[in-house]
T-cell receptor
Framework: GQNIDQPTEMTATEGAIVQINCTYQ??????LFWYQQHAGEAPTFLSYNVLDGLEEKGRFSSFLSRSKGYSYLLLKELQMKDSASYLCAVEGANQAGTALIFGKGTTLSVSS | ETGVTQSPTHLIKTRGQQVTLRCSSQSGHNTVSWYQQALGQGPQFIFQ???????GRGNFPPRFSGLQFPNYSSELNVNALELDDSALYLCASSKGSPGGYEQYFGPGTRLTVT
């Protein structure tokens, strides 16, 4: 079966660095996405990893290890607006086209 | 904003009724995926359409059905509504095959079943 695990909640302070982990066990793998979702809004794309290693994009970085079924999203210089849910999603997890299979999301609260 | 639109924004239906939700994909995208998101959960994959054909389906009963039109817009139909169908329904469009493309999400339709 498919299993995508990430912590339910995390808290951090402004200016800090936070790492959100994601582990996955899926029957297929075409890549791993991270999305950000503010309350009441649609998910928005943050990053995509298909090869092992680190992808950096401004304050956000994402890492993938396919052999370990592991990814993390690193957020630097945290701002209040980063308070949101962060969703880890695997593409092609059940070989259903290019569908995304999501974890339950990690709610990040950033305080001043 | 992503250029993906959904209608209606909110909907209230009674158990047993039927509902149709609509999605217009972003220009240049030929793939639409539908997701159901319950409160406090991640989106769950319902099905995907690629060039008007169903291209994969999640673990949802047959009363969830869909269509994709020649302009790549899409509909999600749910028959015999149940209370547990209350959720945010998201559609996402992408360039499709061979994969690895970002999916752009619409704002969603909030369905409440009473």
């Amino acid at each position: 079966g498919q299993n995508i695990d990430q912590p339910t909640e995390m808290t951090a302070t402004e200016g800090a660095i936070v790492q959100i982990n994601c582990t996955y066990q899926t029957s297929g793998f075409n890549g791993l996405f991270w999305y950000q979702q503010h309350a009441g809004e649609a998910p928005t794309f943050l990053s995509y990893n298909v090869l092992d290693g680190l992808e950096e994009k401004g304050r956000f970085s994402s890492f993938l290890s396919r052999s370990k079924g592991y990814s993390y999203l690193l957020l630097k210089e945290l701002q209040m607006k980063d308070s949101a849910s962060y969703l880890c999603a695997v593409e092609g997890a059940n070989q259903a086209g290019t569908a995304l299979i999501f974890g339950k999301g990690t709610t990040l609260s950033v305080s001043s | 904003e992503t250029g993906v639109t959904q209608s209606p924004t909110h909907l209230i239906k009674t158990r047993g009724q039927q509902v149709t939700l609509r999605c217009s994909s972003q220009s240049g995208h030929n793939t639409v995926s539908w997701y159901q998101q319950a409160l406090g959960q991640g989106p769950q994959f319902i099905f995907q359409y690629y060039r008007e054909e169903e291209n994969g389906r999640g673990n949802f009963p047959p009363r969830f059905s869909g269509l994709q039109f020649p302009n790549y817009s899409s509909e999600l139909n749910v028959n015999a509504l149940e209370l547990d169908d209350s959720a945010l329904y998201l559609c996402a469009s992408s360039k499709g095959s061979p994969g690895g493309y970002e999916q752009y999400f619409g704002p969603g339709t909030r369905l409440t079943v009473t």
